[in-house]
């Protein structure tokens, strides 16, 4: 069995580095090492999207004319820009020049509603909009609704409204301060928070993401997972970018589509949320002799992984489906499993290196091995802060310590178990009942192709309520399901209530929308 001690003696010779002297490794600005590449290697090819490749030298002559642009609309040191979008070439390119500027990308999927953009542009009192029409429908109507004007650069269309007077952040020449990027969540509060990414936080990821997947100049890895998450943006085109792969910038996520990438486009690599990988495996039914190049790495992010979907994933693709765990406020990667060494069992696997972790109760002090407790961070990836909000910081970060609110178990090994979010826990009759575990059960039955489990308050005590989306084709037996849940769980934790869903509702990354589901009832 492979120990956290020698997960930490591997890392440093995959990195070539020792985890106190990464952050030696890395450059002023995110950018920076981006640029290197596009002296290094001008030829090697850097973005593809929509059928148009741009290679690295390409790359760098678009992000300089896309900063002059930015200049001559009024763009500052320390301004915030909005980029409302989704996934493409103008997303990256903007996002990277402000990178070249010290300029600050909030930025925003463009799925989003108008009343949802327009409560995050009052937060962020942004200098300019800048929506990415080419990639996006959605970025148009809500170009038009906010009066954008039309821009065309080198690489394609956009719109953009003209500067507002604003109030920019002071700049530093400190990577540890400067904020590079804004990326919104609402948690539980329904609130706007502007989740302050620096150039360290982001540029420290994208460093560990892309040596530990052993990424090289000129791999192409897919990146459908949205830019507007912390996860599609750093942990993947960042990373790829650092090590002068190509990042393949897809919009939308399509089974079909992605299915032909990996057996037509060689990728080295795919990241996706379990739904992804439910919908690819619905996909390839029926295709039993489908045996394409395999990619070096896959791996699950965003949601609990449950140990069906691995298994069948895994035997069908015939190579391990990798595992990880982070938030938006830790850039985001906390955790993850090992190309090196994979795991059979669902656990998010080792820390990063250079990231420290401690498993801590009620009372603030740490669990014994084994035991379930709230799980605290600290390393150069947790966040700034959230902006203009410092008191909602000062209840997260304590000493240089985040808490992420999710209730973990750390097993002998030193691999970490997620067991679900404190604000999730349902209790029901004075028991504790995790989400993750019920929903892992029920997605292993043959008729579920996904389901998302809440609580429900009845009086003094909660219920479990399962809400279940059918494999296409199949019907729901609920008497069939229960008795499936009784067979592998304990009473209290067999769901009260099923509740059918021909679709379950999904963010754009792809995630079970837990709390619409939960307002539904």
Not at 135 to 141: C, E, G, H, I
Not at 330 to 346: D, S
């Amino acid at each position: 069995m492979i120990t956290l001690d020698d997960i930490r003696t591997e890392d440093e010779i995959v990195l070539g580095v020792a985890p106190a002297r990464i952050t030696d490794q890395l450059p002023r600005r995110l950018s920076d090492r981006v640029l290197e590449w596009c002296e290094k290697t001008p030829a090697m090819p850097a973005l593809k999207s929509n059928g148009k490749t741009i290679s690295y030298g390409e790359m760098g002559k678009l992000i300089a004319e896309t900063r002059e642009w930015l200049v001559a609309r009024g763009v500052r040191p320390g301004d915030r820009v909005m980029i409302v979008g989704e996934n493409g070439l103008a997303l990256e390119l903007i996002f990277l020049a402000l990178s070249t500027m010290d300029g600050i990308g909030a930025v925003i999927n463009a799925r989003l509603s108008h009343r949802e953009i327009g409560l995050i542009a009052d937060d962020c009192d942004p200098r300019i909009v800048v929506f990415t029409t080419d990639d996006s429908a959605d970025a148009l109507a809500h170009s038009e609704e906010m009066g954008a004007e039309p821009v065309r650069l080198s690489f394609g269309d956009f719109r953009a409204t003209r500067a507002r007077e604003t109030e920019p952040e002071v700049c530093s020449d400190d990577p540890v301060e400067q904020v590079l990027a804004m990326i919104y969540t609402t948690g539980t509060t329904g609130t706007p928070k502007g989740v302050m990414l620096t150039h360290r936080n982001l540029s420290f990821i994208a460093f560990i993401s892309g040596r530990l997947r052993g990424i090289q100049a000129g791999d192409p890895v897919y990146c459908v997972l949205p830019m507007s998450h912390v996860f599609g943006l750093s942990a993947v085109s960042s990373s790829v970018l650092f090590c002068g792969g190509c990042v393949h910038l897809v919009s939308r996520f399509s089974a079909s589509e992605t299915l032909r990438a990996i057996e037509e486009d060689q990728l080295v690599g795919f990241l996706g949320v379990p739904t992804m990988y439910a919908m690819m495996l619905e996909a390839l039914q029926g295709r039993e002799n489908w045996q394409p190049r395999r990619p070096r790495f896959m791996f699950s992010r965003g949601a609990p992984l449950d140990p069906s979907l691995k298994q069948r994933v895994e035997a069908r693709f015939g190579m391990p489906l990798h595992n990880g765990f982070g938030l938006t406020e830790t850039g985001p990667t906390v955790c993850q499993t090992r190309l090196y060494a994979p795991l059979e069992n669902c656990s998010v696997g080792f820390q990063l290196p250079g990231v420290d972790v401690e498993v801590r109760g009620a009372d603030g002090k740490s669990v014994p091995q084994g035991d379930v407790g709230e799980l605290w961070v600290r390393g150069p990836n947790v966040m700034k802060g959230y902006f203009r909000k410092p008191e909602l910081t000062a209840e997260v970060i304590v000493d240089g310590w985040f808490n992420t609110g999710d209730l973990v178990n750390m097993d002998s090994a030193g691999a970490i178990h997620i067991a679900g979010r404190s604000k999730e826990l349902i209790i029901r009759s004075g028991f504790n009942v995790y989400p993750p575990e019920v929903e892992a059960v029920l997605a292993s039955h043959p008729d579920v192709s996904l389901c998302a489990v809440v609580g429900h308050r009845v009086g003094e005590d909660e219920e479990i309520v399962a809400f279940i989306q059918p494999v296409e084709g199949h019907q729901i037996d609920e008497q069939a399901i229960h008795d499936f849940a009784r067979q592998s769980l304990a009473g209290y934790k067999v769901p009260n209530r099923l509740v059918i869903k021909q679709a379950l509702p999904t963010a754009p990354s792809g995630k079970i929308l837990k709390h619409q589901l939960a307002s539904s009832l």
